[in-house]
């Protein structure tokens, strides 16, 4: 049996292959706590290296080795949309990743979603829980929490949760500093300098 290179159209890292981006984003989506451009490319730099994310590209109708990089900025993810790459998952496969910038305007503060697509997941072989309302992975939670304390060592932000498509369910003003204890998403959850992460727990 031969199994399929990393970058061919069966693998989780083809992005020409539209199943890789399908089914819904598996996020880690980070609270900004400003409106400002250099707080959210602070944030999205950080994070970008937290996670080794590997290239970053604007055009999802490519492979990476056919269209030329582009600059990891907010003018990017402005220009395209969403910034597109590959990153390693704990299991060791190669899967196509992706940012995309939430902007709060005058209202709210600014969001970053970084994300796996669960089209590549379940490629991937990714376990996860079934019988539930939502996709959610243990492995994926702990290692994007591991992403998201990495990226607050660098830079702070107000407030990270993780899960299935999570971005605006809550934010810091809602939690006021308290962590709930009833949690059916993860949350990375800062007290002055000291991040603390709560595992999902139902």
């Known amino acids: 049996m031969t199994l399929p290179h990393d970058h061919g159209m069966t693998s989780p890292a083809a992005f020409r292959d539209r199943t890789n981006w399908s089914e819904g984003y598996y996020e880690l989506a980070i609270e900004v706590g400003s409106n400002d451009d250099a707080r959210i490319q602070a944030v999205l730099s950080a994070l970008w290296s937290a996670a080794d994310v590997h290239g970053c590209f604007g055009r999802r109708d490519r492979e990476p080795e056919e269209q030329d990089p582009v600059p990891c900025t ?8 969403h910034l597109s790459g590959r990153v390693r998952l704990p299991t060791g496969h190669l899967t196509v990743c992706g940012c995309v910038a939430i902007r709060g305007g005058d209202e709210s503060s600014d969001w970053l979603d970084f994300y796996v697509p669960l089209g590549a997941l379940d490629k991937a072989g990714v376990a996860y829980w079934d019988g539930r309302p939502f996709f959610r992975s243990d492995v994926m939670d702990e290692w994007l929490a591991a992403i998201g304390t990495e990226t607050f060592t660098s830079t702070s932000f107000s407030l990270g949760v993780i899960g299935f498509e999570v971005s605006g369910c809550t934010d810091a003003s809602a939690l006021a500093g308290r962590m709930p204890k009833t949690r059916d998403i993860g949350y ?13 727990n139902t």
Not at 74 to 81: C, N
Not at 188 to 200: E, I, Q
Request: proline share 5%.
């Open 74 to 81: 907010v003018d990017s993810l402005t220009e395209f949309g």
């Open 188 to 200: 990375l959850l800062p007290r002055g300098d000291v991040l603390h992460y709560g595992a999902a």
